[in-house]
């Protein structure tokens, strides 16, 4: 679903149909996503093919698995707020 060599094609049949609001949050240093994918990039063309997109951040320099505990924060903070403006109407 974040591969790096998915087209807009094959990313519209997999996120077309969602209509609910989602977010998605990369790790910018992911250790499983090669080091020349821009996990931006992925975002952005998640955004142009899935309706529900709402918005996309990437945790600079988070691993894969957020070993470091302020990247869990900022995860934990980033989702905090997605639901909640989800709750109030503001997305």
Not at 7 to 17: F, N, R
């Amino acid at each position: 679903m974040f591969s790096s060599d998915l087209d807009l094609d094959t990313l519209k049949s997999i996120y077309s149909k969602i209509t609910t609001p989602i977010a998605v949050v990369l790790s910018g240093n992911d250790e499983y996503v090669p080091s020349h994918v821009n996990p931006q990039q992925i975002i952005l063309s998640i955004g142009k093919t899935c309706p529900g997109f709402r918005f996309g951040r990437v945790i600079e320099g988070a691993d894969h698995n957020l070993s470091q505990s302020d990247h869990t924060k900022q995860l934990c903070e980033i989702v905090k707020g997605f639901v909640l403006a989800c709750k109030d109407g503001q997305i």
